[in-house]
């Protein structure tokens, strides 16, 4: 007996879904790569809030308080100067 699966007739409807299915394959492919991307991207922004994070609490000692404060102190000290002058609105 013949092996009969080596001889069908193929037809075109079905050719054009193979041709659709090779299609969303390479598509999911790319789509996998940018959410890979993503997650690489969205670590390294999680890493750069953490240092942060530990700059802002290394600086609230009593020596980075005060130095905020006058910080303060001399914007407010300049902007009411500017004011005085008819510099500001």
Do not use: C, H
């Not at 790569?33 to 994070?53: I, M, P, Y």
């Not at 802002?56 to 500017?82: C, D, E, M, P």
């Amino acid at each position: 007996m013949a092996d009969e699966t080596a001889d069908y007739i193929r037809r075109p409807e079905f050719d054009a879904m193979r041709e659709d299915v090779r299609d969303i394959d390479r598509q999911i492919a790319i789509l996998k790569n940018e959410v890979s991307s993503t997650k690489a991207d969205l670590q390294d922004l999680k890493q750069g809030l953490r240092d942060l994070l530990a700059e802002v609490k290394k600086s609230q000692s009593l020596r980075g308080i005060i130095n905020g404060g006058w910080a303060a102190v001399g914007t407010g000290f300049a902007l009411g100067a500017a004011k005085l002058l008819g510099l500001a609105p």
